[in-house]
């Protein structure tokens, strides 16, 4: 299933995309329960089985799950059938529109955990712009992005004035959908909900000028994700997913999952030994070759820029570079 946060009435709701539309599924429900059922309490239940965080949805585990798959068929069944007019008044089921889409989890609880020199490639290209030889890590390095980083999947990413070297980073996502510490990898799959494109943008002054890496790649909007966050039984293989992104139409970056250096079993496996992970936690699995700071000469993201960034199966995004001044008028 393909889940999104949307921006419905003025509140944040949990949608399933289903043929083409957003189903809001909390209204749904309801409005199912009152004329199917005949449920007085409707609204009251559908609260309680669909709120409309992601995070608490995540947590209220398989039933609601369950209800969200039977929700889906039941809005396919009625668009198939030309019998949603009255649910389309009412915005229950409506046009899929990015104006309206937020990435799946708008205000995540914790920092976002990140991988770097997760590619070999990339390790390499990494190495030669400092003039080092390139070496594969032993180890997954980790590093993290705060959650005002995040923004959604068509919105606009900010050059902030801090930096002239913005540079890209397409990405797989992962959001683990059952708490666990010390997890096996082969339990990984167990606790993993779903997958979202995502992008770590970086200023790259920022990251050389203070040797790490949280003040370069923590900045607001260096975190747009989305716009679904797919189910992991809808990915067959998440070590086999085309990664690919452009820059005004330009390939920049063009891979596959499966050259990651540490796989996503190891990842959460690895990371989990002494660390709690919860239900909403996002992990983004590092970047393949070909950033704009590899280049010769270096090419980074200027004012004006269309970054597109899709992850086979999984989802595109497109943002376009804004100054604060610009972001502030919109």
Known sequence: ?????????????????????????????????????DEKDAEKIA?????????????????????????????????????????????????YRRGQILAPIPIPRKNIVCLAVNYAAHAKEAAMTKGEEPALPSVPVFFS??????????????????????????????????????IPEAKVRDHIFGYMAF???????????????????????????????????EIIDAQN????????????QNSNTGNMIFKIPQIVNIFSSGITLEPGDIIATGTPEGVGS????????????????TVENVGAMKNRIVSERQSQAI
């Open 241 to 252: 997913l085309n990664l690919k992104l452009t820059v005004n139409g330009e390939i920049r």
């Open 47 to 95: 609260h309680g089985v669909f709120p409309s965080n992601m995070i608490r949805f995540i947590e209220k585990g398989k039933d609601s799950l369950i209800k969200a798959r039977i929700m889906a068929k039941y809005a396919d069944d009625l668009l198939k059938e030309n019998a949603a007019q009255e649910l389309l008044k009412k915005r229950i089921i409506q046009p």
């Open 199 to 233: 992008n770590d943008f970086t200023a790259r002054d920022l990251q050389r000028r203070h040797k790490q890496f949280l003040r370069g790649k923590g900045l607001d909007t260096f975190a747009p994700c989305g716009p679904f966050l797919v189910t992991a039984d």
């Open 145 to 182: 992005k705060p959650p005002t980083s995040v923004t959604g999947p068509f919105s606009n990413v900010i050059k902030p004035r801090v930096t002239e070297e913005l540079d890209y980073e397409v990405e797989l996502a992962l959001v683990i959908g059952k708490k666990g510490k010390y």
């Open 1 to 37: 299933m393909k889940f999104l946060s949307m921006r419905a009435a003025g509140q944040t709701r949990v949608g399933v995309f289903v043929s083409g539309k957003v189903v809001d599924l909390n209204t749904l429900y309801a409005w199912y329960l009152e004329h199917e059922e």
């Open 294 to 309: 590899a280049m010769k000469p270096p090419q980074y993201l200027q004012l004006g820029d269309i970054v597109e960034t």
